[in-house]
């Protein structure tokens, strides 16, 4: 995959950061962990302008972010009700869980979607909740772009910093990731074992 990367963005600059970028926001196999670094070695190797190289990845993630957001806001914080009813159980959730959220979301929102889109794995889930909890477009499109803006400046700066060893980025954010989707797997699982639904 990472030659790929390499020739697609060697080919189509900015507008290959940007188009990687927004695929890797709606299918998280393609990892931003490879696709910044890769613009960064091409800004230190003067093919790329690293404002713009960072600029590029944001907005096409934003572009996937967006995509996210009003999906779940179409679906809608009243269409989800029979949903939980309905399959609560395999969710982990009942109506009072979504509820006690939607309060959390209210006061705390925009300080979970910025530091979500920090966090590797969560950083491609984050715009669901929001717009299933009728966050605000603005307050989203704020913290999401500049928690993005961030990921991808301190992706493509460690690229930049380490050219061809760009690789040592992927070494350890590679077990990060696989540590926090072990974690998320768990928690599902003793959320299922646990859960007991709501009274009738």
Known sequence: MNDWVVRLIEQSGYLGVGFLMFLETLFPPIPSEVIMPVAGVAAANGKLSYPLAVAAGTAG???GNIIWYLAARALGHDRLRPIVRRHGKWLT???KD???AHRWFDSHGIALVFL???VPTIRSIVSIPAGLLDMRFRN???ASTL????????????GFKLQENFHD????????????????????????ATHKGEPD
């Open 61 to 63: 993630a934003m572009l």
């Open 116 to 118: 979500g889109r920090l």
């Open 93 to 95: 959730i009942d109506w």
């Open 169 to 192: 980025i992927g070494r350890f954010i590679g077990p990060v990731s696989n540590v926090i989707l072990g974690s998320l797997v768990v928690i599902y699982l003793w959320r299922l």
């Open 140 to 142: 989203f499109f704020i």
């Open 147 to 158: 928690g993005t803006a961030l990921w991808t400046a301190l992706l493509a700066g460690a």
């Open 98 to 100: 979504v509820e006690r």
